[in-house]
């Protein structure tokens, strides 16, 4: 087996966690959440947060919803990233995901539509219309607009369908509440690829800097991540953790702008205090730590060696070699025998 760096957290935990990552992320956020007793509240974040994505959070937000406002009730949530598109679908078919939509949701305050879904119709090309009838929206009868919006943002919208009753004002306010933290959480998601991207593009120039001591190692780094990659994704890691390789590949060799000697310990402290990457740094601490327990700084062997560290190395040996032969004689003496059967069968 292939033993992860360090076991998932537990459903109590991650909720523990979400809610005082969130409370230091965001003070408003926090306050908004006071309003939920304390359990309450840990149960709504993990639950939205069970996907953390823009679109999971909007789908587990249309849920949510459906829930708290009760009845026969359908919707579906809208992304504003250039163009109005459907990103998530509660009782929907789901071929509506991926529509670019005009809709009643461009204001900052939410509405209560009570001409069913005549405003959706006249605002969409007439193409639209069989999509939409199909889709039973033309029996509706009600429509919640609940935007979703961050520090003056509107960032999407969330829209709840009824077809006959329409929805009581208890229900409008329970719903306007929870849109509001979706709102907060999907304004912090942003910030987070904002600056995921910043952090990518500045390491990725850390490492070109790198190598421009060395003609030689030019496109070093990005080739040993992509196969880093490529060996992350046939083990099934996540997207947290295949962040982690790409960021331990990029910078692996950064150290040696201080020369060759230690150069693995001297890359390792670039990512000193960086909490979220700990697993990165650790990777390439010891990549050149080898299978048989004879590699450096600390003699680990077989699979005391971080996971991590183990992929770095085997892409780092078939990037500078590009001989699988070479790869298949290092199988359990340098490098870990099951990721160079893993990589080999890549390849073919």
């Avoid at 990233?81 to 459907?86: F, K, L, N, S």
């Avoid at 959480?185 to 995921?196: F, K, N, P, T």
């Avoid at 060799?253 to 390792?268: C, I, M, P, R």
Wanted: aromatic share 4%; hydrophobic share 40%.
């Amino acid at each position: 087996m292939f033993r992860r760096p360090r076991p998932q957290p537990s459903p109590a935990s991650q909720s523990a966690e979400q809610t005082a990552a969130v409370e230091l992320a965001s003070p408003a956020l926090a306050g908004t959440l006071s309003v939920y007793q304390e359990p309450e509240a840990g149960k709504l974040l993990a639950e939205l947060l069970s996907r953390p994505t823009p679109e999971g959070l909007l789908e587990s937000a249309l849920s949510q919803l459906a829930a708290r406002v009760g009845g026969d009730v359908k919707g579906y949530g809208v992304l504003r990233r250039g163009q109005d598109r459907v990103v998530a679908v509660l009782l929907y078919p789901r071929r509506l995901v991926g529509l670019s939509l005009s809709g009643p949701w461009t204001a900052a305050r939410p509405r209560l539509i009570t001409n069913g879904s005549s405003d959706l119709y006249a605002m969409n090309d007439e193409m639209l219309h069989p999509q939409f009838d199909e889709a039973g929206m033309n029996q509706v009868s009600a429509s919640l607009v609940l935007p979703l919006a961050d520090k003056g943002r509107n960032l999407g919208a969330l829209v709840l369908d009824r077809v006959g009753s329409g929805f009581t004002q208890e229900q409008q306010d329970s719903a306007q509440k929870l849109s509001s933290t979706v709102g907060m959480l999907l304004g912090l998601m942003d910030s987070r690829e904002e600056a995921r991207a910043t952090a990518r593009t500045v390491a990725a120039a850390v490492a070109e800097i790198s190598e421009s001591l060395d003609f030689d190692s030019v496109g070093h780094a990005e080739a040993v991540a992509q196969v880093a990659l490529q060996l992350g994704r046939t083990l099934g890691l996540a997207e947290r953790e295949l962040d982690e390789v790409w960021f331990a590949a990029t910078l692996h060799d950064v150290g040696k702008l201080h020369g060759e000697e230690n150069h693995a310990l001297v890359s390792a402290n670039v990512l000193h205090g960086v909490g979220s990457l700990s697993q990165a740094q650790l990777a390439i601490r010891h990549h050149h730590e080898r299978w048989d327990g004879q590699g450096t700084p600390d003699k680990l062997s077989g699979e005391d060696i971080p996971l991590y560290a183990r992929i770095l190395a085997v892409a780092n040996t078939y990037v500078r070699t590009g001989d699988l032969e070479v790869l298949r004689g290092q199988a359990g003496k340098a490098l870990d025998p099951r990721l160079v059967g893993l990589l080999e069968r890549g390849v073919h």
